[in-house]
């Protein structure tokens, strides 16, 4: 798999903004607060580093060299 986010500082990054928009689905009412779901998103793109969207975008903040198997 390739990993596109590499970065220990973005990948910390990541995790709190995604915790923290999870905090609006308790924070604001029902039909807003489901906005928060996208903090699943940035968790799980922090702990897998790879981010879909960045892929998309050709978007690659890893400076590793992959090898290919």
Partial sequence: M???VCSRTER???ALMGI???GLLFML???IGYLGLVGVVL???AAMRYCP???LLGVNTCK???THS
């Fill in 2 to 4: 390739m990993h596109n």
């Fill in 12 to 14: 910390i990054i990541r």
């Fill in 20 to 22: 923290a928009l999870l």
């Fill in 29 to 31: 009412p029902n039909p």
């Fill in 43 to 45: 968790v799980a793109s």
């Fill in 53 to 55: 969207i960045s892929h």
């Fill in 64 to 66: 590793m060299k992959e």
